[in-house]
Nanobody
Framework: QLQLVESGGGLVQSGGSLRLSCAASGVTLDRYTIVWFRQAPGKEREGVACISSDGNRENYADPVKGRFTISRDNAKNTVYLEMTSLKSEDTAVYLC????????????????????WGQGTLVNVSS
């Protein structure tokens, strides 16, 4: 059974960078499309970025385009979210989710097709 664990969150100053990891256990990750979401206090969960199972397709939400990069290392069973030029509005709990359907990596990013979720990691950007 697939399980996902996020890590890499923390406190960072505005303009700084962080790299989040989404590590899988239970099964190999190479069958799964991975989508990163975030949820800020008092706001709805929103899709941030996605990567297809073979790594050939990536999509990003408009607020993070040009600043965030998603990648995967199937040998390490891990997907990464590299975040640069962070802003206070990026403050949120970041969660990764998995789907066997590459349709899950379609904008606008949604909860559709997603089967497994991690618990999240908190990113706090101070201004």
């Amino acid at each position: 059974q697939l399980q996902l664990v996020e890590s890499g969150g923390g406190l960072v100053q505005s303009g700084g960078s962080l790299r989040l990891s989404c590590a899988a256990s239970g099964v190999t990750l190479d069958r799964y499309t991975i989508v990163w979401f975030r949820q800020a206090p008092g706001k709805e969960r929103e899709g941030v970025a996605c990567i297809s199972s073979d790594g050939n397709r990536e999509n990003y939400a408009d607020p993070v385009k040009g600043r965030f990069t998603i990648s995967r290392d199937n040998a390490k069973n891990t997907v990464y979210l590299e975040m640069t030029s962070l802003k206070s509005e990026d403050t949120a709990v970041y969660l990764c989710a998995a789907s066997v359907f590459n349709l899950a990596c379609t904008v606008p990013l949604s909860h559709r097709y997603l089967e497994v979720w991690g618990q999240g990691t908190l990113v706090n950007v101070s201004s």
